[in-house]
């Protein structure tokens, strides 16, 4: 009897499951597109992954090319150049998350608290525009506002203060201040769209009995607004956490120049020019593998941190 229950049981979980299927035929049909999207751009490339274990050469193919084990790690790992930009982006993601982090999250909830709703849009338009703008525009406005000729910087530098032009764009103290406020300018904005979403999520009659019992703006943002979306910065930190070891390479490659090389030269960009320009494959191979092994490493840690702390993380 036990064993003809348990034939039954399963028998109509299939049955539910195909009939779920030619329920939803059509979802499943649209999905299929996406699916290949990933199979073919996602997962398919990792077996280039190989490479990194190769001296690969076109001529010969991935079958052909040299097995070299763990050369290429080792070259990695004991290179001095690599030190350079391991540092550069690490302390340039690092300054990027303590100052640019936060700047959405308090966004959201002064435009949550706007009242006058045309303003409201107006504000909001303005911050989102950078994010649609290319870092090839971007840069070069960046780069004639600092100009140390023409620059509007410069200008009110020299006729209001009366100091001489400073080079921002060549300095090794200004540049890196430069990229992480143009990548706050850049990205803030969009930021600002998660976070006031989350803010529309919390229940309007929390904020209503708090004032009720007294509770002010800012202990209603302290006490109901942050903690309805510490859920959301938690994941949000999670994700920028695991993006630590990668800058977007355009936003260096425009703003970067040879004067501050020792402080601009990252891994993507090192990739770039040692990978492409110098056509050493299989080492940038590696130094991506390495990139995302420790991209993994920091994600899966983050994660266990914050469950510890705030009792819930990514997964």
Known sequence: ???????????????????????????????????????????????????????????????????????????LLTGNSFGMILKNTLLLNIASVIFGFPIPIILAILLNEIRCQKFKKVTQSIMYLPHFMSWVVLGGILIEIFSPSTGIVNMILK????????????????????????????????GTIVYLAAITGIDPELYEAAKVDGAGKLRQILHITIPGIAGTIVIMLILRMGSM???????????????????????????????????????????????????????????????????????
């Open 245 to 315: 070891m990668d800058i977007g390479f355009e936003q260096v490659y425009v703003m970067m120049n040879p004067k501050v090389r020792e402080v601009s030269e990252v891994i993507s960009t090192y990739v770039y020019r040692v990978g492409i320009e110098g056509a050493q494959y299989s080492y940038t191979t590696a130094i991506g593998l390495f990139q995302s092994a420790v991209s993994c490493l920091l994600v899966f840690t983050t994660n266990a941190i914050a469950r510890r702390i705030n009792g819930s993380g990514l997964w």
């Open 1 to 75: 009897m036990k064993k003809g229950r348990e034939q039954l049981k399963n028998t109509r979980g299939k049955i539910t499951w195909r009939n779920a299927i030619r329920r939803d035929k059509w979802l499943y049909i649209f999905l299929i597109p996406f699916l290949l999207y990933f199979v073919v751009f996602k997962y398919v490339p990792m077996l280039g992954a190989a490479m990194a274990f190769q001296n690969f050469k076109f001529s010969t193919g991935f079958w052909g090319s040299e097995w070299v084990g763990l050369e290429h790690f080792k070259r």
């Open 159 to 190: 006729n209001v203060f009366g100091i001489k032009p400073i080079y921002f764009m060549g300095s090794n103290f200004w540049w890196p201040v430069i990229f992480v406020i143009s990548g706050i300018w850049q990205g803030a904005g969009w």
